[in-house]
């Protein structure tokens, strides 16, 4: 959890990526099948094209893995009520109430994270092979596919190995995509560095930090009181941390820091997704193009939902 930045409690993180190295293989994974999905095969027609996306890019990296012979299983993912995220405030004070700054929501995520049988297994193999598993899911070296982000930083990545094989079987081109999902995953956390150097976020977050200060809380902005949490797996007694989180929302309300938030949010999507809208278009069209192989993926009678 990042709380230097932001409350972020998101979905549980499973399947081939946190098994093989989390962002190494270009982001967290997670199975779709949603609850009473047949065990073998299933209708792909209740799904969104993200979802139908995922699912075929999990069955295609677990049959590659095993082509490779390692084991994996699609696992379906275990969601946590009520996760959330808060990029800026905390400003929902009835999810505050119940949750605090989200650490028991938090603790339920690690322990789903434990109870993944890809980690299990990766880290019941010997050491070299961990080490191969690695080599089959991302390459022997991160080389071979390069991307510009959006702030001039330059990404690369192996094109051998399982990923760069699902990305060209579904999306065609493994360079044109890799780039494409670099510019598209750069954009919320350049939204959130937008909107937090916005005069109109300083003004608002300083009457924020009145208000906090008032109930005894003195911190300048939000991210500071991030920065003076104890760390999720040694929390403040949870009346302590309820207190202050619901305090932190009622203010982020009363002061209007909250109203604040959402108008600059939305104003900066609109103008990334203007000022990128070449990049972006590009990665729409790969995903649209995709669906017809992903669905021909999923038509199968036995992915291991």
């Keep these: 959890m990042n709380r230097k930045v932001l409350i ?4 549980a993180v499973v399947g081939l990526a946190c098994l093989f190295g989390g962002d190494a293989l270009g982001g967290p994974a997670k199975a779709v099948c949603r609850s009473g999905c047949a065990g073998i095969g299933y209708s792909t027609t209740n799904l969104s094209d993200a979802d139908t996306l995922h699912a075929a890019e999990q069955v295609l990296l677990r049959d590659c893995m095993v082509r490779a012979g390692f084991e994996y299983q699609i696992t379906p993912a275990s969601a946590v009520p009520d996760q959330r995220t808060f990029p800026y405030v905390i400003d929902d004070i009835a999810w505050a109430q119940r949750h605090g700054y989200g650490t028991d929501i938090q603790r339920s995520l690690t322990a789903l994270r434990a109870a993944d049988p890809n980690q ?4 019941s193999l010997p050491a070299a092979r961990r080490a191969a598993a690695l080599v089959a899911a991302n390459g022997a070296r991160p080389t071979g596919l390069v991307a510009k982000d959006p702030q001039g930083g330059v990404m690369t990545h192996s094109d051998q190995g399982c990923q760069a094989d699902v990305d060209r079987e579904l999306y065609g081109d493994a360079q044109a995509w890799f780039q494409a999902k670099v510019t598209a995953q750069a954009m919320s956390p350049m939204k959130v560095e937008r909107v937090t150097a916005d005069s109109r976020f300083t003004t608002a977050t300083a009457g ?16 500071k009181a991030r920065e003076a949490l104890p760390p999720p797996e040694k929390p403040l007694p949870f009346a302590g941390e309820r207190r202050m989180a619901v305090t ?4 982020a309300v009363s002061s209007g820091l909250s109203a604040t938030t959402k108008a600059l949010d ?3 999507e609109l103008e990334l997704h203007r000022q ?7 990665e729409s069209a790969l995903k649209q193009a995709a669906l017809p192989r992903a669905r021909d993926v999923l038509s199968g009678t036995d992915h291991g939902f």
Excluded: K
């Design 208 to 223: 924020w930090a009145g208000c906090m200060r008032s109930a005894g809380y003195h911190y300048d902005n939000p991210a």
């Design 248 to 251: 932190e929302a009622q203010c």
């Design 120 to 123: 299990r297994y990766f880290h």
């Design 276 to 282: 990128y809208s070449h990049d972006l278009g590009i």
């Design 266 to 268: 939305t104003q900066y």
């Design 8 to 11: 972020a409690v998101g979905s």
